[in-house]
């Protein structure tokens, strides 16, 4: 009977695979290792590029807020000399000196138009629009436009409306002003809106 020289080869090929095997799941490790570790130095860089930007705004920010106090804010040149309120006698007068308080000596860019507009045309229905103009260096010129009444409306005909159907309290005497009656489906208030058949009256009487 001959020798059979190779009965060891399988355990031989078996061992080679094992550490094949080994050697490959090793190199994912490795890999899946780098991956992480790339990811992770990618998110740390992105961190700290929102905190450099976030960083630069607030610098940009407060560089913004020094330079406007220095050049506009706190600039005695820009110190109201004249006050011009061009239109709504009184009315507009007080509104602006006594409840903005501003008045000769108050600084011209102290204060944000579009509020003050806003706070006026709020309160006061029967104005349609008011300006404000700032002319450097030192004047600020205040001009408003005043609804003209279309019609009588509400009880007693004590409000009136123009022809946009803007609702405001009615000054002085308007005998011969037309008036809407028969029609109690709303309540008016001053600042109100018509709206319906008697939106449909103002639009009648405004082609008149």
Known sequence: MGFDWNFRAPRQLDFRRHQQRVAGANLRVRVRADVRRQVHVKRLAVSLLIVALAGLGMVCWFGFRYAADALFFG??????????????GAIVRDFIRGKHHIEEGTNLFSFDIETIQSDFLNGA???????????????????????????KVGKYGSLAADNEGAVFGLRGTHGNMAMITGFSGQDLRPGDQLTGVMRDAIAM????
């Open 205 to 208: 009487l405004d082609m008149c």
């Open 125 to 151: 229905p029967s104005f349609k629009k008011m300006e404000i103009t700032r002319i450097l260096p030192d004047t600020l010129r205040v001009d408003v436009v005043e609804r003209t009444p279309l019609a």
């Open 75 to 88: 600039n005695a040149r820009y110190t109201i000399r004249l006050l011009d309120i061009v239109n709504g």
